[in-house]
């Protein structure tokens, strides 16, 4: 499963940041691009750190909406639920995405020691 891998990069990333420290919390960004369920995500997390120094850290996903920006009319505009990578502006296809394929981890919550 595609997320699975996604919740071993993540645990690798805060792993490094962490160094050590025990995490409550971890906010993630996800592009509306990404194609990642973040119930799924939420899910898969909870069975990876499951047993591991992130036990019990929660996952919050913060989804980014997806947007490109048009060549033709140079319009930027919000993708829909569907994501085609159409201008809604003069349905022109020559775009480029703006945002919407992020993934980062944005920041991270530490216990007070
Ligand atoms: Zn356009």
Same mark, same amino acid.
């Given at each position: ?5 996604? =919740?071993?990069?993540?645990? $690798?990333? &805060?792993?490094? %940041?962490?160094?050590?420290? %025990?995490?409550?919390?971890?906010? &993630? @960004? /996800?592009? @509306?691009?990404? @194609? /990642? ?15 591991? @120094?992130?036990? +019990?850290?929660?996952?919050? &996903? $913060?989804?980014?909406?997806? %947007? /490109?920006? =048009?060549? $033709? =009319? ?7 639920? /569907?994501?085609?990578? &159409?201008?809604?502006? =003069? ?8 945002? +919407? ?7 991270? $919550?530490?216990?007070?020691?």
């Amino acid at each position: 499963m595609h997320e699975l891998s996604i =919740c071993g990069s993540i645990a $690798d990333i &805060v792993a490094r %940041r962490a160094a050590g420290r %025990r995490v409550t919390k971890i906010h &993630v @960004q /996800i592009g @509306q691009l990404r @194609q /990642i369920v973040p119930d799924t995500l939420v899910y898969c997390w909870s069975m990876v750190s499951a047993e591991t @120094q992130f036990d +019990g850290a929660e996952l919050v &996903v $913060d989804r980014v909406p997806a %947007r /490109i920006r =048009c060549r $033709d =009319c140079e319009e930027t505009t919000e993708v829909g639920d /569907i994501p085609l990578l &159409v201008c809604t502006a =003069c349905n022109g296809i020559s775009v480029s995405v703006v945002s +919407g394929e992020e993934f980062m981890v944005t920041s991270m $919550d530490l216990a007070e020691v």
